[in-house]
C-alpha cells in the first residue's frame, strides 16, 4: 500500500543518515531507500531528491496529487509575500497620516 501523502518536516533537502531515520517511501522509484537526499515539494509529498529533479525536466507537477510543482508555486507564495508586505507599509502610513 502507497502512503497517501509522504511527508519530511525540516528542511527541502535532508539527508538520511541511518537505518534508525525514518523511511521516506518515494513513489517515483517505489523504493524506501533512506540514505539518499529528500526533496519535499511546497504541496509536502517528499520523494528522493535525484527522482523529484529527472521527474520536473519533463513534468511540472507533484507525480501524487498533480498539483504545480513546487517552483511554480513558490513563485506565487514570493508575489503573495510581497503583496503582503506592501499592503502592511501601505496601511502603516496612512495610518500614521491619518494620526496627524
Not at 519530511?8 to 518515494?26: A, G, M, R, T, Y
Not at 507537477?61 to 506592501?86: G, I, K, Q, T
Request: glycine letters at 0%; proline letters at 7%.
Amino acid at each position: 500500500m502507497i502512503p497517501e501523502k509522504p511527508r519530511i518536516s525540516e528542511n527541502d533537502l535532508v539527508p538520511q543518515p541511518n537505518k534508525s531515520s525514518p523511511e521516506i517511501f518515494c513513489s517515483i522509484c517505489l523504493d524506501t531507500e533512506n540514505l539518499v537526499q529528500i526533496r519535499r515539494l511546497f504541496c509536502g509529498h517528499a520523494f528522493h531528491s535525484k527522482c523529484i529533479n529527472d521527474w520536473l525536466r519533463s513534468k511540472h507537477s507533484c507525480p501524487v496529487c498533480r498539483l504545480p510543482a513546487h517552483d511554480l508555486s513558490a513563485l506565487y507564495l514570493s508575489r503573495f509575500r510581497e503583496f503582503s508586505y506592501n499592503l502592511t507599509q501601505f496601511l502603516r502610513r496612512k495610518t500614521t497620516n491619518n494620526a496627524h
